[in-house]
């Protein structure tokens, strides 16, 4: 596991984004709030998963400068971790299709898929000055709730 609680996965994210931008070339902030990452100890395994998996994106294809991790609560309570760059976006054809098919290969899906198993999600939004994906988890996730 890498996370046994909340407190430990919110440490786990800074020291990701501590280690993506010490990597070279793209700077990294992280503006995580600690009471957005109390998650039992599988979800924040999978959260510190997806969220390692969508850095690596930005590396491998964004042609990015900047990324930025961050957390917020939606109107709605949800819980909000967005990854958000400054690079190319997706190509336009990925843009107008669907992200989460073979074709547009098997991270995101899969990273999609494992988050579902908790009724949670990704929401993507591209454009040609950057990428944002947030992953969408419902209140009722969080330890104690």
């Not at 931008?21 to 990294?28: T, V």
């Not at 989460?100 to 899906?109: E, K, Q, Y």
């Not at 899969?110 to 992953?135: C, F, M, N, P, W």
Request: aromatic share 6%; glycine share 6%.
């Amino acid at each position: 596991m890498v996370a046994e609680s909340g407190s430990d996965l919110f440490s786990a994210l800074v020291a990701l984004c501590n280690r993506f931008r010490a990597e070279g070339r793209i700077d990294c902030h992280v503006t995580i709030g600690e009471a957005h990452t109390r998650f039992d100890a599988d979800l924040c395994d999978v959260l510190y998963r997806a969220v390692r998996e969508l850095l690596t994106n930005v590396r491998q294809h964004a042609r990015a400068t900047r990324v930025a991790v961050s957390s917020a609560v939606a109107r709605d309570g949800s819980i909000l971790i967005t990854v958000a760059d400054n690079g190319v976006g997706f190509p336009e054809h990925w843009r107008h299709s669907n992200p989460f098919s073979a074709d547009t290969g098997v991270g995101l899906w899969s990273v999609d898929q494992r988050l579902r198993e908790y009724d949670a999600y990704l929401d993507i939004h591209s454009t040609k000055q950057g990428s944002r994906v947030t992953v969408v988890l419902p209140t009722s996730l969080l330890a104690g709730e």
